[in-house]
């Protein structure tokens, strides 16, 4: 079962793995607590769900930094960030529920 926002998260049942594929906010408005607001609208949308996977690219410190501060840890890493960039990126998986 698959369940879409905007194309920016998708639900995996057999596993309860969240997988968020997009969460930016803009410069601008960073550090508000936008971005965690984000997060847990996320975890809120699926109760089921016992983990949440994010694919954040390498060179994008500020973002590693937010989800390492929201609970994140290195779970490995992908070739391909979102499944078509070409770009290298981290994952990062949070226990929830």
Known sequence: MRRRGRDSKRFDS???I???NQL???PDCQRR???QALLEEVEASFPEARTLRVEV???NAPAVAFYRA???LP???TADCGGGSGLPALI???VIG
């Open 14 to 16: 057999d596993a309860k």
């Open 18 to 20: 969240i997988l968020l």
């Open 24 to 26: 930016y906010v803009h």
């Open 33 to 35: 607590g936008i971005g």
């Open 57 to 59: 690219e390498e060179a």
């Open 70 to 72: 929201q609970g994140f």
């Open 75 to 77: 779970a490995g890493n």
């Open 92 to 94: 990062f998986e949070k």
